[in-house]
């Protein structure tokens, strides 16, 4: 797809595209290794850390979906948001596409939080690993389509090939595991994040308009006060050991 088609039919994509990028670019034109980031800046341009965003400094769980580690780490992530996103767009409607995205990526990052948090409480003296990346929101936006490939969701007569797509994320998920410093969590959390807002908005299209609108925003906003509880819960315990 041509950038001017990209950009009519899945602007959204296109600004996402455009804002991981650009966000690269200014990292490396004011000092940071495109190659090997330092854990400072990636810190101090939003990572994901355990302590950060489950302490005081939340808005790291969406900050770090546009920061990369590396320049082919960005460029696998480009690559992969442009392959779904211009296929998603499309079918699940901008807004919702967005919505898919981020939630996601808060997902990805929440479940690799609570992991890490239940690993600290078990006893392990080793803080996880400082994340970075849209792969949750990209599994996100995988997971939705995958759903909607297997209800046979079909917008404007797109169609989707269930077995392509579930070739790709088991690609994605297979490559997390055996290659090591890989964010699985994230990419797991993600990817069911996207499933179950994807399957709302395949079923809603297989019943009423009625329930088109009510059942997709009403599983997104079950998963926005899920995702708030769990920060919180984890957010006060992490208040109560260091008090």
Known sequence: MKIQSLLKFAPVTTLLLISIVLLFII??????????????????????????????????????????????????????????????EPMFGHIKFLIIFLLSAVGGNLLNNYLGWQSLLDGSTTLPAISAGASGGIMGIGGALLVAALLKMTVNGIQLNMKSLAIIMAINLVYGFAIPGIDNAGHIGGALTGAVIGGSIALSHLKSKVLSVILPWSIICLCTISFFWIWLDIHQQIALHLS
């Open 27 to 88: 990292q490396a034109l004011t000092g940071v290794n495109i190659d090997n980031p330092s854990s400072q800046d990636l810190i101090k341009w939003g990572a994901n850390v355990l302590p950060l965003s489950m302490g005081y400094e939340p808005w790291r769980l969406f900050s770090s979906a546009f920061l990369h580690i590396g320049l082919m780490h960005l460029l696998f992530n480009a690559f992969a948001m442009y392959f779904f996103g211009q296929v998603a």
